[in-house]
């Protein structure tokens, strides 16, 4: 059983992250893309599915978060662990239990990585989702990356969702897109949202150009 994708219009394009996939969530400065991961784990837990979250800092206004949100008991089941790291190199030891693994900052949590490494490492996480059945989200800051290493991700990706912004006539336009999904889908279209800091609203009816 996947996890759901609870954002109402998001739903009918992409219903569910299919169970032993590894995805990447880019976004710049904007907050919704952490919102999104957040709301992914919340799904996951309501799923009975274990989470684990790897981040570079906040961890207790992170787990206050999630305990809030979703009205969990932060030491009941199914677990929920957080950890805090200033890099990685390796990340098996944290998808060991299956259910989801989601690194935020993970394009800054492997900035010292050479390419070769960073390519060996995101290798590692596809056979770490076969093997223990797990769901990995990596939640990248556009830019951040050298080139050959988001060539990389995107490349072993099994779905990219970007989050963009720009200046319109009317202020700041935001929208997303989905470049690549499962099995080969494509879905060439900005779709446009609205993030407030609390509630994350999808318009399909609402052109972007």
């Not at 009941?76 to 989801?100: V, Y």
């Not at 990995?136 to 050298?146: N, P, Y």
Request: proline share 5%.
């Amino acid at each position: 059983m996947g996890i759901p994708v609870e954002v109402p219009g998001l739903d009918t394009i992409i219903p569910e992250l299919a169970d032993a996939r590894l995805v990447v969530i880019e976004s710049g400065a904007d907050g919704a893309k952490s919102f999104f991961v957040r709301k992914l784990a919340l799904a996951a837990l309501r799923q009975e599915h274990p989470v684990t979250f790897v981040i570079s800092r906040d961890r207790e206004e992170l787990q206050q978060l999630l305990v809030t949100e979703g009205k969990l008991d932060p030491w009941g089941e199914p677990k929920l662990e957080i950890f805090e790291r200033d890099a990685l190199d390796n990340l098996g030891e944290f998808g060991a239990n299956g259910g989801l693994l989601a690194v935020d900052s993970f394009s800054f949590l492997t900035l010292e990585l050479p390419g070769p490494s960073f390519a060996a490492l995101v290798r590692r996480l596809r056979a770490l989702c076969h093997e223990k059945r797990t769901t990995i989200v990596l939640a990248t800051d556009r830019g951040m990356f050298e080139a050959q290493s988001e060539a990389v991700a995107m490349h072993l990706a099994d779905g990219v969702i970007q989050f963009h912004s720009k200046e319109g006539p009317e202020g700041i336009v935001r929208y997303l897109r989905i470049p690549k999904w499962m099995d080969g889908k494509f879905i060439d279209r900005n779709i446009y949202y609205e993030f407030d800091g609390k509630r994350l609203a999808i318009d399909l009816r609402r052109r972007v150009l």
